[in-house]
């Protein structure tokens, strides 16, 4: 066996944790809304101003800003009634680049193997 239970369950361990980011980044709509999330600056955004610049309906936007919310890309900040979404992708993206080092590492220690 080329990759031992160790790496195995790690790599099992990151692919779970970055899943739901996949997920949230899979979809095209959610990836407009997280430019123009990022387009509106360290003040954030709300889901009325978020709505008013594409064709989806209010509904439509929460369900993708809850599903880049549960991800842990987006955070919220309520000020009075309304609720303002931020980008918080750093410690998410942090995730996926620890699951590509852990798999390179993997990818170039079976090539070696195979090499010798």
Sequence with gaps: MVITGEERL?????FNKCGPIF?????EIRQQLIL???DSG?????VMTLTAGSRLSRPAVSHHLKILKDSGLV???????QVFYRINA?????????LIHATMEIINKV??????
Excluded: M, P, W, Y
């Excluded at 955070?75 to 009634?81: H, L, R, Y």
């Excluded at 750093?90 to 620890?98: G, I, L």
């Design 10 to 14: 790690t790599l099992h361990e990151l």
């Design 42 to 46: 360290e003040s954030g955004i709300n």
């Design 90 to 98: 750093h410690r998410k993206f942090a995730e996926v680049e620890s």
């Design 75 to 81: 955070v919220t900040e309520k000020q009075g009634t």
């Design 23 to 27: 997920i949230a980044l899979g979809d």
């Design 36 to 38: 123009e999330i990022l």
């Design 111 to 116: 090539n070696r193997q195979e090499q010798a």
